[in-house]
């Protein structure tokens, strides 16, 4: 009995010491792996942190990079794109604030970026004065109208040195104006006497046709305006002189008939022009080709109301002309004064060749066909023996309705047109014109071939130039 109960206290103690050995062996994991759950707490924290910091730091705005140029007044939207709209420089496009400081400061800013553009945004109204714009390097800019751009309307708030155009661009390259927008000459007030009368009291005691041009091309060179329309310009609408490479294309211009002096496009001292698929309609000559112009192509033009097509006028005041390739062809004309058309004064020297209107279907024009060595817009011109030489020019494909006369063709007695060519004219009087008229001709010589209507054309040329009787060149020639 005794030995039992030895047994079972030995057992009752063996088992307590296994227990207290267990439990101390799980006290010490379970403090270890809450320790380390803390230490992992304590190091996710931190990163949790830090990553929350990291991240804050990318979001933060980030300085805007420095802009190429630097211009005045500053202007952030400047530096995040080639496109200078004038709202940005601080424009009202009201039609009433003065727009002018901004149209120039955007301009300044967008020459000096490569691919500039000068946007005039839809939508808007801009008053500009008289404004200058030139670029000094060869940089490729764009004008982009798509609102409106407006001339001041009131006459007395033009100074006489801006009387000679509204907005000139000189010595561009690589130059397009483009859009949807209007260039709107406000020209009304110029078209009246008295307002007219009252400018030329103020600034000058003679200035009989000192008008602004609505938009005029000095010295450039690898122009394109196309898609804009360009309306009642106190003077012509679109003029180049002195430029080269110009192309026009899908513009509209108008002006009310009665407008005097808005030429549609004059050219001057200008070479390797294209002027197409546009329409035309003003109070003077849709296209008006003056001298030292070479190499010029104008098709696919409405033409109406308006002069017609026209080269001249040369000569005036004895100047010279020098006039050559020059091609006419594909235009629709309708209520003109004139369709195909050379002109120019007595007394004057130079040359005119290689010239060819074709394709031309005309619509109660009054005069089709015009070559005109007597032109005079006055009462009366003195005679003069001198005149400009014409020679090389070909009328070929008139077709349609005149209202007047259809052709008139009047040489100089000295410097008479040489090879000129009338083929395929077919023209009948139009409904207003009270029946046949006959052709006048005057000392011009070529050949004609038919259909030739009415039949008076067919005898309005001197066929032969061997009884001419006189030098190859003219001394008028000499000059070109």
Sequence with gaps: MMKKTRNSSQ?????????????????????????????????????????QHSHNKKRAPSPSPTPTFKPTPPNPYTKKSNIFDLLSF??????????????????????????GIVEIPSEFRFLIRQISLQVPCKTHLVLQIDGIMLAPPN???????????WINIKWVQNFTIQGGGVVDGQGFAWWTPNEVSYIQQKTSKHMPDMK????????????????????????????????????????????PENSPNTDGIHLQNSKNVEIQHSNIGCGDDCVSIQTGCSNVHVHHINCGPGHGISLGSFGKDKTVACVKDIVIDNILMQNTMYGARIKSWQGGMGLVKNVTFSNIQVSNVST??????????????????????????????IVGTYASQPSHLACSDSVPCRNVDLIDI????????????????????????????????????????GSLKRPSKSHSEQFC
């Design 11 to 51: 057992s009752v103690c063996l088992l307590t010491v296994f227990l207290v050995i267990i439990f101390t062996i799980s006290f010490s994991t379970t403090t270890s792996s809450v320790e380390a759950r803390k230490n992992n707490h304590h190091r996710n924290t931190k990163n949790h942190h830090g990553h």
């Design 90 to 115: 601080g424009a009202k496009g009201d039609g009433t604030a003065d727009d002018s400081k901004a149209s120039e400061a955007a301009w300044k800013a967008a020459w000096k970026v490569e691919g």
């Design 155 to 165: 006459i007395g708030s033009w100074s006489k040195s801006d009387l000679y155009q």
């Design 212 to 255: 602004p041009t609505a938009l005029k091309f000095y010295e450039s060179s690898s122009v394109t305006v196309r898609d804009i329309r360009i309306i009642n310009s106190p003077l012509c609408h679109l003029k180049f002189d002195n430029s080269s490479f110009i192309n026009v294309n899908n513009v509209t211009i108008i002006s």
């Design 368 to 397: 089709p066909i015009m070559i005109d060595q007597y032109y005079c817009d006055k009462q009366k011109c003195k005679n003069q023996t001198e005149a400009v030489a014409i020679t090389g020019v070909t009328f070929n494909q």
């Design 426 to 465: 077919q023209l009948k009087p139009s409904l207003v014109s009270g029946g046949f008229h006959q052709a006048l001709c005057w000392n011009s010589h070529g050949k004609s071939q038919a259909p030739l209507v009415p039949s008076s054309i067919d005898y309005c040329l001197r066929s032969g130039v």
